[in-house]
């Protein structure tokens, strides 16, 4: 009898130690996560206390093995790689068991793209970045120099990384909208709905320093705002409060 429950445990015990470590394990073309690199390039990473980094590199781990990430007409870095998960870890990162469900794929090209994904030619190409839908359901693309600069500049409001997982986040009730229901209480929807109203008037008027393209529509200014809050929350908590603390609640971010 003894021997039978000794030998039940020692299975146990591998299969344990086997499935734990597989989670570890990252697939060919993925990358080790780069502490130092995060370090550098991520202010939001850099912000954070030990535990958190631990956290947030568990996260960029677990991005990158569920996540496919395919150049275009270009290379990618291992570092592009590892920016790409940080601006994905960044908008639900207090959101512990969230993942991005509707995204198997990103594809980053080499320069900005058209509406008909091509970055290269005379026609005009201005997109940064886009989150796919009809044919190209569960793909991002993104631009590489838009990738890199959105890192590298650290005194900027901007983040095209960082503004298209907002969209893909936006995206998860259904319907891009700048209206954001699984991190919206609904009484506060009107009231949202109603600062996106002041904040545009205030962009057409010339009296507000967000980007003018939130302009476009809700889903864009969410996604611009977001940028804001992100890169440089102390000062969008200065000239914006009530917008900042309507952001902070929806992203849960601590005091």
């Not at 993925?30 to 995060?38: H, K, M, T, Y």
């Not at 569920?66 to 790689?81: A, L």
Request: hydrophobic share 40%; glycine share 4%.
């Amino acid at each position: 009898m003894v021997p039978l429950i000794l030998f039940i445990a020692i299975i146990l015990f591998c299969f344990y130690y086997f499935t734990r470590s597989k989670k570890l394990v990252l697939p060919a073309d993925s990358v080790s996560i780069n502490a130092s690199e995060l370090e550098k390039n991520v202010l939001f990473y850099s912000r954070l206390s030990p535990e958190e980094k631990k956290h947030f590199e568990e996260d960029v781990l677990d991005f990158l093995q569920r996540i496919k990430i395919t150049p275009v007409n270009t290379t990618i870095t291992d570092t592009d790689r590892l920016l790409i998960a940080a601006g994905a870890v960044i908008p639900i990162f207090y959101f512990p068991d969230w993942k991005y469900y509707n995204l198997k794929e990103v594809l980053v090209y080499n320069d900005t793209f058209n509406h008909s994904f091509e970055s290269a030619g005379n026609n005009s190409r201005d997109i940064m970045g886009m989150v796919g839908s009809g044919y190209m359901e569960g793909k991002m693309l993104l631009s590489k120099p838009s990738l890199e600069q959105g890192f590298g500049n650290k005194t900027d409001k901007n983040n095209t990384v960082i503004h298209e997982f907002v969209h893909l986040l936006d995206k998860s009730d259904g319907d891009t909208d700048g209206i954001p229901e699984l991190l919206l209480d609904k009484q506060f929807i009107l009231p949202w709905v109603d600062m996106i109203h002041q904040e545009t008037k205030k962009i057409v008027e010339g009296r507000s320093d967000i980007d003018p393209y939130a302009y476009t529509n809700q889903a864009e200014f969410f996604a611009v705002v977001s940028e804001y809050f992100f890169e440089r929350p102390d000062l969008l908590k200065s000239k914006h409060p009530k917008l900042y603390g309507i952001l902070h609640e929806m992203f849960r971010t601590p005091n």
